[in-house]
């Protein structure tokens, strides 16, 4: 009997199977992308030179003299708001989810639960919006600043854009933590709080990683939030009282004024270049842990 | 026991919090100005009147 129900799984759908030959192997489109990306930057690393491009700080296209294009400052200000982001949202992230699944009563979490997956339904503009009006203002005056659109703020919104991401992520790897662990410290006398930090974390700790990193990827690429929280000062940050200006947001604000075919153009996709290849970075990684962990638990 | 719990309820409290502020805030400073002519018509007088 289930001899003959498994022939019967097997057949591929004609739709599985079209779309399988599609898309090829894998991400086929996402490498088309990158390659043409890729091959529109050359142009810029041929004028600017890719040591000058990375590591000069100095981003000033439009310059009377003798434009420049190096993207230390933006890369600064990229690594800053995003660093800064999952120091406030794995934390509180990974915290809300060990309280989902260990803590929290049913009725709580089904309550509790839909409400963080609204913050991920929620447009960026309008948490961009909500920087401006509501964090901004609550930052100038708890730090005394003359404004509050600065690194910091785009930390905090970047955090509350990956949350959905780590709580989710990071409850489904705490669920998977096979019940026979607890029950073995419980039986043990060990409590609540001892089997939640020496048998649950110890398990599920690579997963909980990647529910980080999977939020770094979610940071590093957002665009609008950050464009109107971190004010776009076009200088070399301070600290995370001053203002930034990410990759994201100078290729957002810049490529629909750039005159095409000029380096100027050109250093925007490799802006775009440098970029995808930080959030490539982060996914692979992120997927490693992933399904190293996958295989470990089988 | 009770310190840890108290700050994974803590983490839990601060992001429900904080998303229930936002949608307030939205909605008490947007829900007022909302009206049927402001969905349907056209702006007038450059912009300072009408709809979107």
């Known amino acids: 009997m289930t001899w003959t129900k498994e022939t019967d799984e097997k057949k ?147 955090a509350f854009m990956a949350l959905p991401t780590v709580v989710s992520v990071a409850e489904d790897v705490t669920q998977a933590v096979p019940q026979a662990y607890k029950e073995a410290s419980y039986a043990l006398g060990a409590n609540r709080w001892e089997t939640l930090t020496r048998v649950t974390l110890p398990a599920c700790y690579s997963g909980l990683i990647s529910a980080a990193m999977l939020g770094v990827g979610r940071a590093v690429g957002e665009t609008m939030t950050v464009l109107m929280a971190t004010g776009n000062a076009n200088a070399f940050p301070s600290g995370f009282f001053s203002s930034v200006r990410t990759l994201t947001a100078t290729i957002a604000i810049e490529m629909g004024e750039v005159p095409t075919a000029t380096t100027h153009y050109y250093a925007l996709f490799a802006c775009a270049l440098v970029l995808f290849i930080l959030t490539l970075a982060v996914n692979v990684v992120a997927e490693r842990i992933a399904t190293r962990l996958r295989k470990r638990g089988q | 026991m009770w310190a840890g719990i108290a700050s994974l309820i803590g983490c839990a409290g601060i992001v429900v919090a904080f998303v229930a502020l936002l949608l307030f805030d939205i909605g008490r400073q947007g829900i007022p100005v909302l009206s049927w002519e402001f969905l349907t018509h056209f702006p007038r007088e450059g912009m300072t009147e009408g709809g979107i």
């Open chain 1, 12 to 158: 591929p759908l004609l739709l599985e199977f079209l779309f399988r030959k599609i898309v090829g192997k894998r991400c086929f489109g996402g490498y088309c992308l990158a390659g043409g990306d890729f091959l529109s930057s050359w142009k810029a690393f041929d004028d600017i030179g890719l040591a000058a491009f990375l590591s000069s700080d100095i981003w000033n296209p439009s310059a009377f003299e003798e434009s420049s294009y190096g993207i230390g400052s933006l890369q600064v200000g990229t690594g800053l708001t995003t660093l800064g982001a999952i120091a406030i949202a794995a934390p509180l992230g990974i915290g809300m989810a060990f309280f989902l699944s260990e803590i929290a009563p049913i009725a709580l979490r089904n309550a509790m639960k839909p409400l963080v997956e609204l913050l991920a339904a929620v447009p960026s503009v309008v948490l961009g919006f909500v920087s401006i009006v509501l964090v901004g203002p609550f930052l100038a005056s708890a730090f005394g600043l003359p404004n509050g659109l600065n690194a910091l703020n785009g930390c905090i919104l970047l």
